[in-house]
């Protein structure tokens, strides 16, 4: 089992920035790639970034590129998630995801790839 805490959310104008974190604990041995998600109110969760343990490789959706950028801390087994210049459109409830089975980014988007989630945290971007 993995547990996953995610934090830093909060309300914020346009143009501000904001930075999440998701704690990883439990059986972390083998994550092999971190997500994060969001889920605005009435539309799908959908994919945002994610990162691979082994070596920091990214990847983004276009529409976050250049503004929001993932690291990790594998000493804490922490994922972060800066977020810049943050719009309306950004607002959205961030969730946090493991993957444990394969590091491949093949379908890195899919929810069906993470086998674990935490249970979100709020952002607001008001205009």
């Known amino acids: 089992q993995v547990q996953l805490v995610e934090s830093g959310g909060g309300l914020v104008q346009a143009g501000d920035s904001l930075r999440l974190s998701c704690e990883a604990s439990?059986?972390?041995?083998?994550?092999?790639?971190m997500g994060w998600f969001r889920q605005a109110p009435g539309k799908e969760r959908e994919f945002v970034t994610a990162?691979?343990?082994?070596?920091?490789?990214?990847y983004y959706v276009d529409l976050v590129k250049g503004r929001f950028f993932i690291s990790r801390d594998n000493a804490k087994t922490t994922v972060t998630l800066q977020m810049n210049n943050l719009k309306p459109e950004d607002t959205a409830v961030y969730y946090c995801?493991?993957?444990?089975?394969?590091?491949?980014?093949?379908?890195?988007?899919?929810?069906?790839?993470?086998?674990?989630w935490g249970q979100g945290t709020q952002v607001t971007v008001s205009s």
């Open positions: 995801a493991a993957a444990l089975r394969e590091d491949s980014f093949l379908g890195v988007g899919a929810r069906g790839r993470y086998d674990y």
């Open positions: 439990g059986s972390t041995f083998g994550t092999y790639i």
């Open positions: 990162i691979r343990w082994s070596d920091s490789m990214t």
